[in-house]
């Protein structure tokens, strides 16, 4: 990928940052309630009329909208996020904390997800139309199907309470801790890339090179470890990017009902305590990290396919 793409890529991302941060303080500046309020009765105090005045013109609230914005994102610029109302501590420490879970839960499932997905899709792929095809679809079709949060609570329910032999609760300082969240995540996420892998080898298995191949006489499974799943495996490399950034933006469900503690449920808790900092410092952490699995995937996407590096 030359410089001036790259470049060019960087100061697209820029603009989005700066449009999705003034939308989110827009957003939480239109919420209902008031933050000192809010930060008051977060630490169990209730508040006299001269507490709140002076918080508020502590915390700039008393400023118009544009001049809070400005300061706001001048702060931002400088790695300040500001301090979180319920937990009095600073934003971007509270953020650094959770990450690293959170990172290590989606790396994990996504492991699980292609150990499952990528031998079931060829599987299905080269049984085309067979029983085999059937069966793996008809399991895609329910893994698909499957609301996030019911297959956490069946999953707590055999594993915990009836068999107990996993934890309930995931605190994410081991393997084992972490087995219900991961294959939680997994299971919809492979029956949505096993369809992917079967589409894609089958788009290959129909290409003329492959046609010729066999007709040279070649041996079925060299022409499919060779040539068809490398072509097959590229579209795929993107879809990988964005469902890791999906996943640490997305996990909130599940790291709530397994009371694990990552970005997710940070995120929830501070919706529920209205800490707007948080909110606004989640939204662009995870807006950035976004971003930047999106620009390395596409940079990766030149070196592992010849063909756009030329154009093609």
Same mark, same amino acid.
């Given at each position: 990928?030359?410089?001036?793409?790259?470049?060019?890529?960087?100061?697209?991302?820029? +603009?989005?940052?700066?449009?999705?941060?003034?939308?989110?303080?827009?957003?939480?500046?239109?919420?209902?309630?008031?933050?000192?309020? +809010?930060?008051?009765?977060?630490?169990?105090?209730?508040?006299?009329?001269?507490?709140?005045?002076? +918080?508020?013109?502590?915390?700039?609230?008393?400023?118009?909208?544009?001049?809070?914005?400005?300061? %706001?994102?001048?702060?931002? =610029?400088?790695?300040?996020?500001?301090? &979180?109302?319920?937990?009095?501590?600073?934003?971007?420490?509270?953020?650094?904390?959770?990450?690293?879970?959170? =990172?290590?839960?989606?790396?994990?499932?996504?492991?699980?997800?292609?150990?499952?997905?990528?031998?079931?899709?060829?599987? &299905?792929?080269?049984?085309?139309?067979?029983?085999?095809?059937?069966?793996?679809?008809?399991?895609?079709?329910?893994?698909?199907?499957?609301?996030?949060?019911?297959?956490?609570?069946?999953?707590?329910?055999?594993?915990?309470?009836?068999?107990?032999?996993?934890?309930?609760?995931?605190?994410?300082?081991?393997?084992?801790?972490?087995?219900?969240?991961?294959?939680?995540?997994?299971?919809?996420? &492979?029956?949505?890339?096993?369809?992917?892998?079967?589409?894609?080898?089958?788009?290959?298995?129909?290409?003329?090179?492959?046609?010729?191949?066999?007709?040279?006489?070649?041996?079925? %499974?060299?022409?499919?470890?060779?040539?068809?799943?490398?072509?097959?495996?590229?579209?795929?490399?993107?879809?990988?990017?964005?469902?890791?950034?999906?996943?640490?933006?997305?996990?909130?469900?599940?790291?709530?009902?397994?009371?694990?503690?990552?970005?997710?449920?940070?995120?929830?808790?501070?919706?529920?305590?209205?800490?707007?900092?948080?909110?606004?410092?989640?939204?662009? %952490?995870?807006?950035?990290?976004?971003?930047? =699995?999106?620009?390395?995937?596409?940079?990766?996407?030149?070196?592992?396919?010849?063909? &756009?590096?030329?154009?093609?």
């Amino acid at each position: 990928m030359r410089v001036a793409s790259i470049a060019n890529r960087i100061m697209q991302m820029l +603009a989005v940052l700066l449009g999705i941060s003034f939308v989110t303080f827009f957003l939480t500046y239109l919420a209902p309630g008031d933050p000192a309020t +809010a930060m008051y009765e977060a630490a169990g105090i209730v508040p006299t009329e001269e507490q709140l005045e002076t +918080a508020r013109n502590a915390m700039g609230l008393n400023k118009p909208f544009v001049v809070q914005y400005v300061s %706001w994102i001048g702060n931002c =610029i400088q790695g300040d996020f500001g301090e &979180s109302f319920s937990r009095h501590q600073p934003v971007n420490i509270l953020l650094k904390e959770r990450i690293a879970p959170t =990172i290590k839960l989606s790396v994990f499932s996504m492991m699980v997800m292609l150990v499952v997905s990528v031998p079931l899709g060829i599987l &299905s792929a080269i049984h085309q139309d067979k029983l085999v095809d059937y069966t793996i679809r008809g399991l895609n079709f329910m893994g698909i199907s499957m609301p996030g949060f019911w297959v956490a609570l069946m999953l707590q329910y055999f594993f915990s309470v009836k068999l107990k032999i996993l934890p309930v609760v995931s605190s994410g300082d081991n393997f084992e801790k972490m087995i219900l969240p991961v294959i939680t995540l997994a299971i919809a996420m &492979s029956a949505k890339y096993t369809r992917q892998v079967r589409t894609a080898v089958l788009e290959e298995l129909n290409q003329e090179y492959v046609i010729g191949a066999k007709a040279r006489g070649l041996d079925s %499974w060299m022409i499919l470890w060779k040539h068809v799943l490398p072509n097959a495996m590229l579209p795929l490399v993107t879809l990988l990017g964005l469902s890791l950034g999906s996943l640490l933006g997305g996990t909130a469900i599940v790291e709530v009902i397994f009371s694990y503690p990552g970005l997710g449920h940070l995120a929830v808790k501070a919706v529920s305590e209205r800490d707007y900092p948080l909110i606004q410092g989640f939204v662009l %952490w995870i807006a950035l990290i976004y971003m930047l =699995i999106n620009l390395f995937v596409d940079i990766s996407y030149r070196f592992l396919n010849p063909r &756009s590096r030329k154009g093609a």
